[in-house]
């Protein structure tokens, strides 16, 4: 059997019976599909695979989808069984909207407006003008932090005295995909929110310059634009080193199912600290546990984008933040070119008719291939 490209690795996990507790075992399995010769295929040439060895992926993507979708959408509709002398009760269930795949504008950081420095302006009232600007930016950000705090306790249909119904009406609808960022972006944001309000109270308006060292203790509401793409160009740069010491050990390794790609998914998608960088390596007890959450974190936000309309309801800003979400890299691409690799992401993650964990160990194996060398769909 010819397992040389990502399809083919690919068409053989079909054939595992994969359920979630299992992936894991599988993906062991996956990585000796993977790089029977090593990553020589990818790693040690420049130039992309050829044609001939893009094979047609699986399925036709939005056959396997509606068949997945329609089979869920009917166990769903399936009535169970009522107790005898109680009535059945339906509930709402109202198709997903565009709006759906979008969270609320307050887990992104508001617009910051500095000012434009006049001719005839001083040197000390810029500055000051500027510092001022920067604090109204940074108390917006964590109005928002308090913003979706009540968002994520006010869940809709629940109506509270001390919440009003224009809080009742922005909570996005549960199980949904801007339900889903919500509170992951909330969560990420809360374990930050202690350390930056110290911080901002210590330094006012020289914040900016303090937290140029380590922005990443900053919540992402309160992230200047600098400190965003600051971020964003690192963990490329961490990235691409990651992925190059990833295929060396696979290459140099005669047992290459031991170089399972936890560390190397850790560090791509900036789950551990760069302090492991600089040892040489990452414990598998610390990477493992973040990998697995994470992935389980990504098969379940594709599937609900899906629902929720795919990439075309994403708005622009959304969209890097879901490249970024899955290791693609944002850096110097339009939003064009970030729509159709995210889609193609997308199309080949979940265009299968297995369950959450083949789903699973497809994003596992694209992390370990850079986007101009996944395959093609016909």
């Known amino acids: 059997m010819n397992c040389r490209t990502p399809s083919s690795a690919l068409r053989a996990t079909m054939r595992l019976g994969l359920d979630v507790n299992g992936s894991y075992s599988s ?39 509606q ?21 059945s009760q339906q509930s709402p269930n109202p198709m997903p ?22 001719p005839d302006m001083s040197t000390f009232k810029y500055l000051f003008s500027t510092g001022k600007a920067y604090l109204g930016f940074y108390k917006n950000g964590i109005k928002n932090i308090y913003h979706n705090t009540r968002l994520v306790y ?67 509401t309160c992230r200047i634009p600098q400190h965003v793409a600051k971020l964003r160009k690192q963990l490329e740069e961490r ?5 190059s010491d990833y295929n060396y050990a696979v290459q140099s390794s005669a047992k290459p199912e031991h170089q399972l790609p936890f560390a190397h998914v850790a560090r791509s998608l900036g789950l551990v600290s760069s302090f492991w960088d ?22 379940e936000d594709s599937m609900l984008l899906l629902k929720a309309g795919g ?26 070119e970030l729509r159709d690799v995210l889609s193609r992401w997308l199309r080949l993650v979940t265009q299968h008719e297995g369950g959450k964990g083949e789903t699973v160990v497809r994003v596992m194996h694209l992390l370990t291939w850079p986007d101009s060398e996944w395959p093609f769909e016909e």
């Open 27 to 65: 993906i062991r399995r996956l990585a000796i599909l993977s790089f029977p010769e090593g990553p020589a295929s990818f790693g040690q040439s420049k130039s992309r695979i050829t044609q001939r060895q893009r094979r047609p992926f699986l399925y036709a993507p939005s056959n396997a989808i």
């Open 239 to 243: 990235r691409a080193h990651s992925l």
């Open 154 to 220: 006010n869940p809709r249909g629940e109506s509270s005295s001390s919440s009003p119904s224009d809080i009742q009406s922005l909570v996005p609808r549960p199980g949904t995909r801007s339900h889903l960022l919500l509170r992951d972006r909330w969560n990420h944001d809360i374990r930050r929110l202690p350390i930056f309000i110290l911080l901002f109270i210590v330094c006012g308006e020289f914040t900016p310059f303090v937290v140029v060292a380590v922005p990443s203790i900053v919540p992402y």
């Open 97 to 118: 909207s565009p709006e759906d795949a979008n969270p609320p504008s307050t887990t992104r950081p508001p617009p910051l407006d500095t000012p434009v420095r006049q």
């Open 311 to 336: 990439v075309p309801a994403l708005e622009d800003e959304e969209v890097k933040l879901a490249c970024c979400d899955r290791g693609i890299d944002v850096t110097g691409r339009s939003d064009e």
């Open 278 to 299: 600089r040892i040489g390596f990452v414990p598998e007890f610390v990477a493992k546990p973040r990998v697995e959450k994470r992935l389980l974190f990504l098969a």
């Open 67 to 87: 068949r997945c979708y329609s089979s869920q959408s009917a166990a769903a509709q399936k009535p169970g069984p009522v107790e005898e002398h109680q009535p």
